[in-house]
């Protein structure tokens, strides 16, 4: 079994930025690949960002391609959201998802552990 956990969340204005980790408990966290999801309140959860367990492929949904970064570090088993110039529009719940395979997957029911969420607030 594998937890995921994540922190680094709070409140930003618009244009600031904030930095999510995400760490994971279990077997060998390279052979995960990880996501990162949000949620905002009355709307359906949407991709934002993956990983591939090396950490060599990530892809970004269109909302968010080259305001954030994802990254990660397989000997801390941890994985990273950097968010750049963030606006309104990104506030949410964020949360980490790990896969049970290396490759990238956008589609949320590709993941099989989930965290409990962050809370991204930005104001304008």
């Known amino acids: 079994q594998v937890q995921v956990a994540e922190s680094g969340g709070g409140l930003a204005q618009a244009g600031g930025s904030l930095r999510l980790s995400c760490e994971a408990s279990?077997?060998?966290?390279?052979?995960?690949?990880m996501g990162w999801f949000r949620q905002a309140p009355g709307r359906e959860r949407e991709f934002v960002a993956t990983?591939?367990?090396?950490?060599?492929?990530?892809y970004y949904s269109d909302s968010v391609q080259g305001r954030f970064i994802i990254s990660r570090d397989n000997a801390k088993n941890s994985v990273m959201l950097q968010m750049n110039s963030l606006k309104p529009g990104d506030t949410a719940v964020y949360y980490c998802?790990?896969?049970?395979?290396?490759?990238?997957?956008?589609?949320?029911?590709?993941?099989?552990?989930w965290g409990q969420g962050t809370q991204v607030t930005v104001s304008s």
């Open positions: 279990g077997r060998s966290f390279s052979s995960f690949a």
């Open positions: 998802a790990a896969r049970n395979q290396v490759g990238i997957a956008s589609m949320a029911d590709r993941y099989d552990y």
């Open positions: 990983i591939s367990g090396s950490g060599g492929a990530t």
